[in-house]
């Protein structure tokens, strides 16, 4: 009975290693399906990195418009920030904003 048990547990702990590596794998290697067009910092990293990169980018964006007095949430611009990043009716609006408070100086 232990042995069967220690079979399974060792079957679902596998399955669960494999899911989770093959979803960053996947990630990583996701183009990406917005930021296609234009000279923004998230364009850039898509077209070097992809998904993965562009989702950096853009933490990183969010992390210095809040230093620089402006929050922002991957919500604010993303109907699904978890898995299609499709944007919202207001996102590329939203996105030049996210922009501009990134490049405002540090007081």
Not at 61 to 84: L, P
């Amino acid at each position: 009975m232990a042995h069967m048990l220690r079979g399974t547990l060792l079957t679902g702990i596998l399955g669960a290693l494999l899911l989770v590596g093959g979803n960053g794998f996947a990630e990583g290697d996701a183009k990406c399906t917005i930021a296609t067009k234009g000279d923004s910092p998230v364009v850039k990293a898509c077209q070097e990195g992809g998904l993965k990169a562009a989702k950096k980018v853009m933490k990183d964006m969010v992390k210095a418009a809040k230093t620089n007095g402006t929050k922002f949430e991957c919500d604010d611009c993303h109907k699904d920030a978890d898995r299609k990043y499709e944007l919202t009716i207001d996102g590329k609006e939203k996105f030049q904003k996210l922009i501009a408070a990134t490049m405002v100086p540090k007081k």
